[in-house]
C-alpha cells in the first residue's frame, strides 16, 4: 500500500488527500457536467435516477457503514422527503425552500425514530427500523387527504428563479448538485469529531463510551444527518417519477437502499456511488436480459427481486467488502507488484461475538 | 349477549391468527437462542413448507394427514441443508450480515415458489375448510379451532421433545453454552443444523394449518414480520413468551381492526412491536442479564 507522508498540518486539515485528488475528481465532474450534451435523453434519465440512489446511498452509508447502525426502514425516510417537497410545492411554496425543508422534515423524523431506538443496537434496531417502515408505509397510503392514497400524489415541476426545471437534462443537474455537496458533507462530517465519534461507536461501543463519548447523543445526530440526506434523495426521486404512489416505498425500497451500502462496500464514500450504480443499473439489465434467460425464467415476474437477493447472498458470503473492497484489492495488486500477498486482505477471524447480555 | 359473543369471537379468531404467527416467532426463538441468528426468511419457509404440502396434497392426492407430515419432513430437511450449506458460513460475522442474508434468502424463495407453483393463491381440501364446531351456543370455525389444536399438539411434542429425550437436552445444553456442550462431546454444529430443521418443520406445520383460512399463496411470508412482534413481545428468547406474544398480537389485531378505523389492522402488529422495544425492551418474560464487558 502506498502510504502518504505528511508534512504540514495544512495536509492533515485538507479534504483530498494530495493535489492528484483535486485533479481527478475536477475532471470527474466536467464529464459529468458534460455529459447530458453527448449522450441520449433516456440515459440522462438514467443517470439522474442513479445520482438518486446514491444520495441515498451516503446517508444510509453514515449509518451503516460508519456508525454502525443498521436500518431496515430508510424506503420510509426516503418517502417523507417525497412527500413532505411534493405537498409543499403544491401548496405554492418555492422550490429552494421545499428542498432544504424536505431534509430538515425528515431529519426530524430520524431524530423521532432515533432517540427510542437509542437503547437498540444490532438486531432490534434492525426489526424496529422494519416495524417504522411498515407502519409509514402504511401512513402514506391511508393518509389520502395529504398523500393522495393509491391514487397517487403528481409532483408540480420545480423552479428555481423562474427556471424551470423540467425534462431529463433538468433533473440531471438537480440531482448531481445535491450530489456533490451531499459528499462534500459526509467528507467533512468524516474528518470532524463528530465522524470520529460515529466511527469509534461502530468499532466498540463499550471503548467510545470510555473515551469519553456521549452515544445517545452522537447516534441521534447520525441519525438524523442519515434521515435528512436521504430525505434529500426522496424529494429529487419525487421530481424523478413525477407522480409519488405509496407503494413506492415499501420494505423492497429498504432493501435495495441497503443492498446499496453492502455491494458497494461498507464503511467507504466510493462504495454509496459503486453501490448506487449496481443497484440503479441492474433493473434495466435484467429487462435486457428477459428475453434471453432459459426455460421462461425471464418471465417470472419475481426475477427482480430474487436476484437483488441472490447478489446480496453472494456478496455476504464471497466478498464482504463489496465492490469498493474489490477496488483496493486490485488497486494494492499493482502498485505492489510482484509483491502482493494474497493474505493482505484477508479477514481476521472473529469467533462468535456474542450480542446477547448475559 | 350479542357483544358477548362478538367478543368471543373476535378473540378466537385472533388467538387463532396468533397461533400461527407464535408458530413462526418459535422458530426465530428456537434459532436465536442457539445460534444468536435471526431468520428473516422464517416466513418464507413457512410459504414453502405450504406449497410442499398443496404439491402433495392437491397434486398427486396423497391422504391429509400423511400429506401434511410429509411436508414438514420435506421443510425439515430443507431447514438443514439451509443451515449447512449457505448459514453455517456467516456464524461469527457481524449480525447486520446474517440479517441481510437471510433477507435475500427470503427473496430467492419467494419467486422460487412463484417459478415453480406459480402467484395465483391456491387452497388445500382440509377436513377443516368450511366447517363449523358448536360449543353450547357459540358456533365457532373448525378452521380456526383446528390451528388452536394443532399449534397445542405441537409445542407439547416439542415440549416433551426437549425435556424428556438426549437430542432435545443435548440442544438444550448446546444453546446455553456451546463451549461447554461441546466439551461434553455434544457434536455443535450437527446440533445447530437440526435446530433450523425443527425450526422449518414447524413452520411448515404453521404453513398447513393457516390454509384452510387464507390459503397458499407467494405473500404469505409478510407473515413473518408480524411474527416479530410475537418474539419480541415474549422477550426474544423465550419459547412459551414467543406463543403467548402470538396470542396477544393476534387477538390485538382482530380488536383493532374491529373497534378502530380501517388499516389500523395493518400497523397493530407494527405498533405492538415498536410500543415494546421503547417501553419495555425486555419483553414479557425476561431472560437477559447484564453484559459482561
Not at chain 1, 432493501?255 to 464503511?267: A, E, N, P, R, S
Not at chain 2, 438426549?166 to 443444523?193: D, E
Request: aromatic share 12%.
Amino acid at each position: 500500500m502506498r502510504s502518504f507522508f505528511k508534512t504540514r498540518y495544512e495536509q492533515d486539515l485538507s479534504i483530498a488527500r494530495h493535489g492528484g485528488d483535486y485533479v481527478w475528481y475536477g475532471l470527474l465532474i466536467v464529464v459529468l457536467l458534460a455529459i447530458p450534451s453527448l449522450i441520449g435523453e433516456f440515459y440522462v434519465k438514467e443517470m439522474a435516477g442513479l445520482f438518486i440512489f446514491s444520495i441515498a446511498g451516503v446517508g444510509l452509508m453514515l449509518l451503516i457503514g460508519y456508525t454502525g447502525l443498521i436500518s431496515l426502514g430508510h424506503a420510509a425516510f426516503l418517502g417523507i422527503g417525497a412527500y413532505t417537497n411534493a405537498v409543499l410545492l403544491a401548496q405554492g411554496v418555492p422550490f429552494l425552500i421545499t428542498l432544504p425543508a424536505a431534509g430538515l422534515v425528515t431529519a426530524f423524523a430520524g431524530v423521532v425514530i432515533g432517540i427510542p431506538t437509542l437503547r437498540m443496537t444490532g438486531l432490534y434496531l434492525a426489526i424496529a427500523t422494519l416495524a417504522f417502515g411498515g407502519i409509514l408505509a402504511n401512513v402514506f397510503a391511508k393518509w389520502e387527504h395529504v398523500t393522495g392514497g393509491f391514487d397517487g400524489f403528481p409532483v408540480k415541476t420545480p423552479d428555481i428563479f423562474g427556471m424551470k426545471i423540467a425534462g431529463a437534462d433538468g433533473i440531471y443537474f438537480l440531482s448531481l448538485a445535491v450530489l456533490v455537496f451531499v459528499m462534500w458533507l459526509a467528507a467533512n462530517v468524516l474528518r470532524s469529531p463528530l465522524g470520529r465519534a460515529m466511527v469509534a461507536i461502530r468499532d466498540s461501543e463499550i471503548s467510545a463510551q470510555s473515551m469519553g463519548i456521549n452515544l445517545a447523543r452522537y447516534k441521534t445526530i447520525a441519525f438524523a444527518i442519515s434521515a435528512g440526506i436521504t430525505g434529500l434523495a426522496g424529494a429529487l426521486f419525487g421530481h424523478y417519477v413525477r407522480h409519488l404512489a405509496p407503494d413506492a416505498f415499501e420494505i423492497l425500497l429498504s432493501i435495495q437502499l441497503v443492498t446499496i451500502v453492502f455491494v458497494g462496500g461498507l464503511g467507504s464514500l466510493h462504495g454509496a456511488v459503486f453501490g448506487a450504480i449496481f443497484v440503479a443499473l441492474l433493473p434495466q439489465f435484467i429487462a435486457i436480459m428477459r428475453d434471453t434467460l432459459p426455460f421462461g425464467i425471464g418471465n417470472t415476474p419475481g426475477l427482480e427481486p430474487a436476484t437483488f437477493g441472490l447478489i446480496l447472498v453472494l456478496c455476504i458470503l464471497f466478498a464482504p467488502h463489496g465492490m469498493y473492497g474489490g477496488w483496493l484489492k486490485i488497486k494494492a495488486y499493482f502498485t505492489a507488484f510482484p509483491l502482493y500477498r494474497r493474505t493482505g486482505f484477508r479477514r481476521q477471524k472473529s469467533y462468535a461475538k456474542s450480542e446477547r447480555l448475559r | 349477549m350479542e357483544d358477548a359473543a362478538r367478543i368471543l369471537q373476535l378473540v378466537v379468531n385472533g388467538a387463532a391468527a396468533g397461533c400461527i404467527y407464535g408458530l413462526i416467532a418459535l422458530g426465530f426463538v428456537l434459532i436465536y437462542k442457539a445460534t444468536e441468528m435471526v431468520n428473516f426468511a422464517q416466513g418464507e419457509i413457512m410459504m414453502l413448507g405450504a406449497f410442499v404440502a398443496f404439491g402433495l396434497i392437491a397434486k398427486w392426492g396423497v391422504n391429509y394427514w400423511i400429506g401434511t407430515l410429509v411436508a414438514i419432513g420435506i421443510t425439515a430437511t430443507f431447514g438443514y441443508c439451509l443451515d449447512v450449506v449457505i448459514l453455517r458460513r456467516v456464524i461469527g460475522q457481524p449480525q447486520f450480515a446474517v440479517v441481510m442474508l437471510t433477507l435475500g434468502l427470503a427473496f430467492i424463495f419467494r419467486a422460487a415458489a412463484g417459478f415453480i407453483w406459480g402467484y395465483d393463491p391456491v387452497g388445500i381440501e382440509t377436513p377443516f375448510t368450511n366447517r363449523t364446531v358448536r360449543f353450547g351456543d357459540i358456533v365457532l370455525g373448525a378452521d380456526n379451532v383446528s390451528i388452536i389444536v394443532g399449534t397445542v399438539v405441537l409445542c407439547a411434542v416439542l415440549y416433551v421433545f426437549f425435556s424428556r429425550t438426549k437430542l432435545g437436552v443435548a440442544m438444550q445444553a448446546a444453546s446455553q453454552n456451546q463451549l461447554a456442550a461441546y466439551y461434553m462431546g455434544i457434536p455443535v454444529r450437527t446440533i445447530f443444523s437440526l435446530i433450523w430443521a425443527i425450526s422449518a418443520g414447524v413452520a411448515a406445520g404453521a404453513g398447513v394449518l393457516l390454509c384452510p383460512v387464507s390459503g397458499i399463496d407467494v405473500n404469505m411470508g409478510i407473515l413473518g414480520i408480524k411474527a416479530f412482534a410475537a418474539a419480541v413481545l415474549g422477550g426474544f428468547g423465550s419459547i412459551p413468551g414467543a406463543l403467548v406474544g402470538g396470542v396477544l398480537v393476534g387477538v390485538l389485531e382482530q380488536f383493532a381492526g374491529y373497534y378502530l378505523p380501517p388499516g389500523s389492522q395493518d400497523v397493530a402488529s407494527n405498533v405492538v412491536l415498536l410500543a415494546t422495544l421503547i417501553l419495555w425492551p425486555a419483553g414479557l418474560f425476561a431472560q437477559s442479564q447484564r453484559k459482561r464487558v
